[in-house]
């Protein structure tokens, strides 16, 4: 009887999981010196249908099992994060899981923007400096322009190639091109995210490929979208680039809520295995300014969606600017005691200045598109989507209280953009007329402007300047 039950747990037990056939004992199948009674064919013959259903789906759970462990690493992810703060005020509007760590994924080539953006402003480069692929860089896995080592792309696409492509390859050049070399750029970035405030954030590399100990949190990405609108809003339109040409590609913006959402004026998106689907968005409408982030979305779709049903929740509670405290003037440095010249505010002087202003952008564009890069030159676009921002009106000595009601419209607000950047022996004189433009109160012209070379125009062509 024992030697019968052993027989009984041999065949069922271990010649299912390595697939004996249950007519056979386990001496036969070479499973131990177990020994049992012969079994007659019509024994085995009576078995053989059901030991092949069996084995059937025994490999059927094996494969499964197999498949589950297969599956992207994305499916265990934590519970989304999520974060909406009140840029204005300050105020948190929504925060679930906001100091988790996750990984930043490609939210990293904001910080790497930001850095970016600061070389723009101390003058270490402009937007038409060149920057070579490194062999690492070139290596990147995608997404990727698939540039060559040694080829050079300029600042300015550059920097829309992070914003649509979220190109790797050119992120990583990037880090090289500002710091030597991408490790040293990773250790910048991180002294910069804890010198903003970023206490829990660490960066490994420039693009947001896969490291262990590159982290974050939804709070920490709040805080650097913010800080990247207010220290650098007249770089921040890059943001809202909705298509990039590049050769003969027509690059479409990662961020589906531009021109979907109303007043989405950037930021990032991000994707990894191990991340899940991230996205930062600064969204700019009725006077209120929103920063969103949601981190971990199961797919890309549920992220979007998840991310407006939180805005939509949180702008009834946003505090709306007060007035004057536009929303470009808003991110401009405390206003200045300054005598302002009457000269510089009427209202055919405010449409001369932009058109100069217009020129001076159209002067730069044809230049850059005399650029070459190895037969990788690409045509800028015309022109860069913005949302409409509303700006100051022109002020005279007669009225002192400037109004913020003015619209000002994407072709307007790119002028007065190009005038803040204006470089060159216009740069200063440009810049103040831009902030003054945008609102009068935060501007620092002194009242000897009127003598800079920028001013001197002909009345029949705002365009000329005196030598």
Known sequence: MKRLRKLWFCRYSFGIILGARLGRTCRQQGLGDMQGPALTSNARNSTNLTGKAIRLVTAGIMVTFVWVLALPVHAATPPTAAFVMDAYSGKVLYSRNADD??????????MTLYLLFEGLEAKKFTLRSRITMTPRGASMPPS????????????????????????????????????GTEDKFAVMMTKKAHALGMSRTTYKNASGLPNSAQKTTARDQATL?????????????????????????????HNRLLGEYKGTTGLKTGYTNASGFNLTATVERDNKFLIGVVMGGKKAKLRDAHMIEILDKAFPRAVAAKDGNTLMAATLPPPTPILRPVGLVADEDRSSLLQLASTLQDE????????????LSAKKPKSVEMAALPA????????????AAAPVDSVTAYAVAALRTAEGPVRKAGREI?????????AAINPDAAASPLLRTSANDPTRREP
């Open 101 to 110: 760590y996750r990984y930043p994924a490609s939210l990293t080539k904001i």
């Open 144 to 179: 990727k322009l698939g540039l060559r080592p040694g080829q050079t792309i300029s600042v300015e696409d550059a920097i829309l190639a992070l914003v649509t492509r979220s190109a790797n390859d050119v992120a990583s050049s990037m880090g090289a091109f500002l710091a």
């Open 225 to 253: 979208a913010k800080r990247i609108r207010e220290d650098f809003p007249e770089y921040y339109h890059y943001f809202s680039t909705k298509y990039f040409v590049w050769g003969k590609s027509r690059i479409r913006n």
């Open 364 to 375: 730069r564009d044809a230049d850059e598109e005399n650029h070459t890069n190895d037969g």
């Open 392 to 403: 100051a009106t022109p002020q005279s000595a007669d009225t002192p209280a400037a109004s």
């Open 434 to 442: 831009g902030n003054f433009l945008v609102a009068p109160a935060n």
